[in-house]
């Protein structure tokens, strides 16, 4: 075996190896099974049935966003007709992203994860160079700070306190910390807590749209000319082009989650078609309600107070129906707990994010990383978002620092989006190379194609100046910054990986492979190991084309 990359098919022995040089190798029919290695049994058990899929999707989409963005979005775009248009066209988008999730899936069932694990397959050239981008700004920037930090905020409204920075913060921590500890301890209760909070907040939506039906037959004597705001509904509709990029950037972070139980996918029985199936159904659930719920706000509420006020869309919604301070109650309470539910979904399919991160051996000590000891669950994963979480809930000040921090999330999400897209015709051009089979799922291209103009756009609106100048963002500086810092993270992340697997191995005359390792609970993983070139050549005649072990070697000598 030459200083190219190992080729393998199975993972059946204790120990292969991968090798991290020969970038310009070429791609081979065995090269779609390098990466992690695949639990063909999931150490993590199989507790996400169908409905806690429908429930992980949607209670990590139904945040805040519902009852909080319709507001903001008819100010961008000026109009109703037009506002409710773009609810559609958020659809449509998460539709097709959808679908390419759907196409990656029926190539890896047997792959949690979803984004980190995608890339690595449709990037293996440099070995573990886009995945190691993402895992750095996912590691860091994937946080649930903001979702506890309303959650906070809200049950003291609800409670009549006055809020201060360190109240909000204490609340913001200990849920934070509960989440954690529960899901540390039992997949199924996590689930079952995520299920339950997902279950409240669609009948909360469900029975927004019944009151709107209700408004609009007339049947609420309190609301003067209902549905007045659909007559010229087109009216006012706005030309300015930020406002119209603006609005269109909160629709499609309304619906982010829709791909969330696919970081859970190797915990599903028949992850194809319980995804197939129940992926879809859960996005066409939150759209429904998303438009339903806007239907209810815009028949109830006059356009010019929807416009004008800076309280809750929905609060202005159940004050023109209920006029007594218990329905306003209800309401802050309904939307902490829809806070709640999306830190519960975040969490669990973010820590198998992380966990993937650690078993592709891009953290150090993947062995803790991949470990399911002792309760079943990723400890380490679980306890590394949380820490994050609250340092970036303690740490920054009110203002500035924090939104700086939320917004900054926002665009490598896009360029992986992008990237994703791109890496779907990778991966098919490889496998008609290869003649591998059809897939269980293809998407149409003009779905793709879609999906690709509209992450194009996505990474282009947000550097279009707001109307009040460079200064007239959601931060007191340079509006664009957090774009330009997303992209200097992303930058950083190159860099650190160019010294870590290019310089150092160079100039400490060694070359980087990766080991897998099998756990004793089943769990499998990479670990990168240092041969020096002296030895190089006996580690590779130890090992077939396959990564499989032939001779009987000790690796202990070359581990970091």
Request: with cysteine.
């Amino acid at each position: 075996m030459t200083d190219t990359p190992s080729k393998q098919s199975v993972y059946s022995e204790e120990t292969i190896t991968q090798s991290l040089d020969g970038d310009e190798a070429s791609i081979t029919p065995s090269d779609e099974e390098t990466g992690a290695p695949i639990e063909t049994v999931s150490p993590l058990g199989y507790h996400v049935d169908w409905i806690s899929v429908i429930f992980l999707n949607v209670s990590r989409t139904i945040g805040i966003g519902v009852f909080t963005t319709p507001g903001t979005i008819l100010k961008g775009v000026g109009s109703v007709g037009l506002s409710l248009i773009y609810w559609v066209v958020g659809f449509l988008f998460s539709a097709a992203s959808l679908a390419v999730y759907l196409e990656y899936l029926s190539y890896y069932p047997k792959r949690s994860g979803a984004d980190i694990a995608y890339l690595e397959k449709a990037y293996p050239r440099p070995r573990l160079f886009v995945p190691a981008l993402y895992a750095f700004t996912f590691v860091f920037l994937s946080i649930s700070s903001s979702s506890a930090i309303v959650f906070a905020e809200y049950i003291f409204a609800a409670l009549g306190q006055e809020t201060s920075t360190w109240n909000v913060r204490g609340l913001a921590v200990g849920m934070s910390t509960f989440v954690t500890l529960v899901c540390m301890a039992n997949t199924k209760w996590s689930l079952r807590f995520s299920n339950w909070i997902g279950m409240i907040k669609v009948a909360t939506l469900v029975f927004i749209a019944i009151l709107g039906l209700i408004v609009l037959a007339g049947g609420i004597s309190r609301v003067q000319n209902p549905g007045s705001n659909f007559r010229n509904a087109f009216s006012g509709t706005s030309t300015n082009l930020n406002g119209l990029a603006n609005a269109l950037l909160k629709i499609r972070f309304a619906y982010v989650g829709y791909e969330n139980a696919f970081s859970v996918a190797n915990e599903v029985k028949d992850p194809i078609p319980t995804l197939k199936k129940f992926a879809p159904l859960s996005l066409g659930i939150v759209f429904i309600l998303y438009f339903m719920a806007n239907i209810a706000y815009f028949a109830t509420v006059p356009k010019e107070l929807i416009l004008e006020s800076h309280e809750l869309t929905a609060s202005l919604f159940f004050e023109a129906i209920f006029p007594n301070r218990e329905a306003v109650i209800a309401l802050q309470v309904l939307v902490a707990l829809s806070s709640l539910g999306s830190v519960f979904a975040s969490t669990i399919s973010a820590s198998r994010v992380v966990r993937e991160c650690g078993r592709q051996g891009l953290l150090p000590y993947p062995r803790v990383w991949a470990s399911t000891k002792p309760f079943g669950t990723p400890l380490a994963a679980y306890a590394l978002r949380w820490f994050i979480s609250c340092v970036v809930i303690i740490l920054p000040p009110p203002g500035d620092a924090f939104n700086f921090i939320v917004d900054l999330q926002y665009y490598p999400t896009a360029v992986w989006a992008l990237l994703l897209t791109v890496g779907l015709y990778k991966i098919r051009a490889r496998r008609q190379k290869a003649h591998a089979p059809s897939s269980a799922f293809k998407v149409w291209d003009s779905v793709a194609a879609f999906a690709l103009a509209v992450n194009v756009g996505i990474m282009v609106l947000p550097w279009v100046p707001p109307e009040g100048g460079i200064y007239g963002g959601d931060v007191s500086f340079f509006y664009a910054t957090y774009c330009i810092v997303g992209v200097f993270i992303i930058l950083l992340a190159a860099f650190l990986y160019w010294v870590w697997f290019k310089y150092l191995p160079k100039r400490g005359q060694y070359r980087m492979r990766l080991v897998v390792d099998k756990l004793s609970d089943g769990a499998q993983t990479l670990t990168t190991v240092r041969v020096p070139l002296h030895a190089l050549a006996q580690w590779d005649s130890t090992h077939d084309d396959h990564g499989q072990l032939i001779l009987p070697a000790s690796s202990e000598e070359y581990h970091d």
